[in-house]
């Protein structure tokens, strides 16, 4: 099955930095690359997801980059507010099924200090 | 749009007994949705996936007599966990997608989760 790895598992930054988080991947057939935020007892949410036919995807703060060739995908957070504090999740798609079975990786705790 | 509900959101039980957990689409039909488990601190584990009127698909080490999955209708999935023991205390959060023919692309949504506690 699909082999999800993330890094760093814990992230701390001061507010306005930035912040990348990356996740590589085994299969090479996975097309849909999601990132979510999750915030302490509530949902996972969200925030941006890249499909295999770009390389890179940007809303306001937020980019995510694809290399395919490489397996790998980056969350890229830019000008960090405390509000980003959270444990964000990258998750890879079920390649060739139709039904978009995710894997996630292991999480990563990002604190943003003020 | 796109949202996800989930009834209870906590439930505390004893040992033993069976617990039920809705997982609704609100404002869109989900032609697939997604069962998980959550341990604290740790990642979401995909324990089935369950498409509307037919069998779910549990994930290799997950007991589908113990958790069962029905997804009976377009906005309506429940898992019942059967004979829960202390163990199952868990999150259980469920999403929902919508099959929109992109192969397998489509952006999932979650619940809020229910937080069970077995004594």
């Known amino acids: 099955g699909e082999n999800v790895e993330q890094h760093p598992s814990t992230l701390s930054v001061q507010e306005g930095d930035s912040a990348v988080i990356k996740c590589t991947y085994s299969d090479s057939a996975s097309n849909y690359f999601p990132w979510y935020k999750q915030e302490l007892g509530k949902r996972p949410q969200l925030i941006i997801d890249i499909r295999s036919n770009v390389g890179e995807k940007k809303d306001q703060r937020i980019a995510v980059t694809l290399n395919k060739t490489a397996k790998h995908f980056s969350l890229h957070i830019t000008e960090t507010q405390p509000e980003d504090s959270a444990v964000y999740f990258c998750?890879?798609?079920?390649?060739?099924?139709?039904?978009?079975?995710?894997?996630f990786g292991q999480g990563t705790i990002l604190t943003v200090h003020p | 749009g796109a949202v996800v509900s989930q009834h209870p959101s906590w439930v505390i039980c004893k040992s033993g007994t069976s617990v039920k957990i809705e997982c609704r689409s609100l404002d869109f039909q989900a032609t697939t949705m997604f069962w998980y488990r959550q341990f604290p601190k740790q990642s979401l584990m995909l324990m089935a996936t369950?498409?509307?009127?037919?069998?779910?698909?549990?994930e290799q080490g997950v007991e589908k007599d113990k958790f069962l999955i029905n997804h009976a209708s377009l906005t309506l999935s429940t898992l019942t966990v059967t004979s829960a023991h202390p163990e199952d205390s868990s999150f259980y959060i469920c999403?929902?997608?919508?099959?929109?023919?992109?192969?397998?692309?489509?952006?999932?949504?979650f619940g809020p989760g229910t937080r069970l506690l077995v004594l």
């Open positions: 369950s498409n509307e009127g037919s069998k779910a698909t549990y």
């Open positions: 999403s929902a997608s919508h099959d929109r023919g992109s192969g397998g692309q489509e952006t999932q949504y």
């Open positions: 998750a890879v798609n079920a390649g060739g099924t139709s039904y978009g079975k995710l894997t």
